[in-house]
């Protein structure tokens, strides 16, 4: 027993310490989950969904301090799931457990108990934030993109150079995402639905390599917070 819990502990400690092991076996574990959910909306099995983001969500709270789940891996498994809610946005199902997936996912990663300066400096980024993507989306459908790598670089950025869980409190794409599917909902825009399928598109991108792209270039510019 004590050879097994040996081997299983050394198994994390290689996977967290060998880069290319650690992200291709989360890769292939957000392709299970993704392959699950499918499965779960396939088969009218809406409760499985619910449990799995659930369990999705909140093992990551145990995971993350022990280091082995990142917060960008979290987000790998979370985004394939909501854009295949968002890729059907038309039904009232899919709409109820996007919204819910959103939740549980900015429940589980925003830690609220950072003091109430910092929330006040984390609710004028998201603000600030939502309006560049109301922006964008009267501009044009480059203008969205472009505002999407933004922050999908701002992501990465504050999660590998800042302190841990700093780039979910102050760039939560779960926020974000929240934001906009309440404004899509509110003005019944199809351009703010269709805005979230090209945002989570890019921020796909952006999980998968963003960590191999800011593990090889050095930052110009430390983050400090």
């Avoid at 979370?78 to 199902?93: A, D, E, M, T, W």
Wanted: with cysteine; charged share 10%.
């Amino acid at each position: 027993m004590e050879y097994l819990l040996n081997s299983i502990k050394y198994s994390l400690y290689v996977h967290d310490k060998v880069f290319w092991l650690k992200e291709l076996s989360t890769t292939v574990q957000s392709a299970a989950v993704f392959f699950l959910l499918r499965w779960c909306l396939r088969r009218n099995y809406e409760e499985g969904f619910i449990y799995l983001m659930t369990f999705v969500c909140f093992i990551g709270i145990f995971i993350l301090p022990v280091g082995y789940w990142s917060d960008n891996d979290i987000f790998k498994f979370i985004i394939p799931g909501c854009l295949l809610l968002q890729l059907n946005h038309n039904s009232r199902n899919n709409n109820f457990l996007l919204v819910l997936v959103l939740f549980l996912y900015f429940f589980s990663s925003y830690e609220f108990y950072r003091g109430f300066h910092k929330v006040l400096q984390s609710i004028a980024s998201h603000f600030f934030i939502v309006i560049c993507v109301v922006i964008a989306q009267k501009i044009n459908f480059f203008a969205t993109i472009f505002i999407s790598i933004v922050i999908g670089i701002l992501v990465n950025y504050i999660g590998y150079y800042g302190p841990s869980g700093t780039n979910d409190f102050l760039v939560n794409t779960g926020i974000i995402s929240l934001a906009i599917k309440g404004i899509a909902v509110y003005t019944k825009s199809e351009n703010f639905e269709n805005f979230l399928i090209t945002f989570w598109i890019v921020l796909l991108f952006f999980a998968y390599f963003g960590s191999w792209i800011f593990y090889f270039v050095g930052p110009k510019f430390p983050f400090c917070y």
